[in-house]
């Protein structure tokens, strides 16, 4: 199970709630395009969703109202 550092992944002051709803986001698009090319995961959509957010593949855009809370 990844666990990653919390401080590590919200270094660009992202929020928590638009960390967890981009990681939500992106692991339904990772499973929908498994489940279209007949692809079996053996990695957890999520595990491979925050991977890709910790790794810069995948950057959360925060609404400018929250970014200063």
Known sequence: MLNPDLRQ???????RYSL???TAKRAREISEQAEEDHEILTEKPVSIAIEEIMD???NVVEPEEIRNI
Do not use: C, M, R, W
């Open 20 to 22: 967890v709803i981009a």
């Open 56 to 58: 810069g593949k995948y």
């Open 9 to 15: 992944v919200l270094k660009n002051h992202t929020s």
